[in-house]
């Protein structure tokens, strides 16, 4: 079974950097991900994969693999040349020895911790009442704390399963904004003995927080992801249905301008911002451009 995975992984690689296509295991995020950067006027130029076998699930006949890949790609635009890199969780089956299946599991889903908060956007209207917390937010800070942590987790912050918003809410806290309201978890924002208020750690609530916030930590909407600076947020409505799903930190910007940007759940770095070779991604989806504003 290792070595069927690993020949797997080897059409794959040669997928992303050829024309010619293996339709038996072709893999069509990889095409997706070629035409985004076709659109861009880039190409992707040689990509590596790593596997890892997590663990088996064995059955009469069949036995379910679960394993993480990690992708690097290395793409020119123009002059330029960028790493994307991205981890990939997957199951394979096979049935008498025989691969017979290999999926992504789409991580980029609401998890347990995205379902308590359900926030909408007159929760966060604050009234500009409470004693201004003066910071300056440093974007270098934060977009290091991004690259340090893109595929780890920080020990000193509860981690889970869907842990976008978690680490976009570290990364900020480490650009100097500032927690507030413990222990109110509808107010505010901030993690702390082992809890958190809900625009800490839940993408729909942060997606509410941020222009809402009078106070501390807050952030102005802009019309275009080309208007975004190093360590700003994009939100992600991957359905269109109004209630956001994802949340990622520029964290570069490619030839054109254009984010690049970090992320956990299905962890990946340098990312083109428009996640079109997402699993979850929709001809629905939505998103929303936040600048974080100083308050000094």
């Known amino acids: 079974m290792r070595e069927q995975l690993q020949k797997l992984l080897e059409q794959r690689v040669r997928q992303s950097v050829s024309q010619s296509r293996d339709r038996l295991h072709d893999c069509p995020l990889l095409e997706k991900k070629k035409e985004s950067c076709n659109r861009r006027g880039a190409e992707i130029i040689r990509t590596t994969a790593e596997g890892n076998i997590r663990h088996y699930d064995k059955g009469n006949e069949g036995t379910n693999v679960f394993y993480t890949v990690h992708y690097k790609y290395l793409i020119k635009q123009k002059c330029d040349f960028f790493l994307e890199e991205g981890i990939e ?23 347990e911790n995205e379902v308590e908060g359900e926030s909408k956007s007159e929760e966060w209207a604050e009234i500009d009442n409470e004693e201004r917390i003066a910071f300056r937010y440093d974007r270098m800070k934060a977009v ?5 942590w893109w595929n780890d987790y920080n020990p000193s912050y509860k ?8 680490y976009i809410s570290q990364c ?3 650009g100097g904004a500032p927690m507030r309201n413990f222990p109110n978890r509808s107010k505010g924002w901030w993690m702390k003995n082992d809890n958190w208020s809900f625009s800490w750690s839940v993408a729909n609530s942060m997606r509410w927080y941020l222009p809402g916030s009078k106070v501390g930590l807050r952030a102005k909407e802009v019309k275009s992801p080309s208007q975004l ?7 992600y409505d991957f359905q269109g249905d109004g209630r956001y799903d994802h949340t990622t930190i520029v964290t570069g910007n490619d030839a054109n301008g254009m984010p690049l940007v970090n992320a956990h759940t299905a962890n990946s770095r340098s990312r083109y911002w428009a996640y079109e070779d997402s699993t979850a991604y929709t001809p629905n989806i939505k998103y929303k451009f936040f600048t974080i504003v100083d308050n000094q």
């Open 89 to 111: 969780q997957r199951k394979a089956e096979f049935f008498k020895g025989v691969l017979v299946e290999d999926a992504e599991i789409s991580l980029e889903i609401r998890g």
């Open 144 to 148: 290091q704390y991004a690259e340090r």
């Open 159 to 166: 981690k889970f399963d869907v842990d976008c918003t978690n």
């Open 172 to 174: 900020l806290h480490a």
């Open 229 to 235: 600076q190093l360590g700003d947020v994009i939100c």
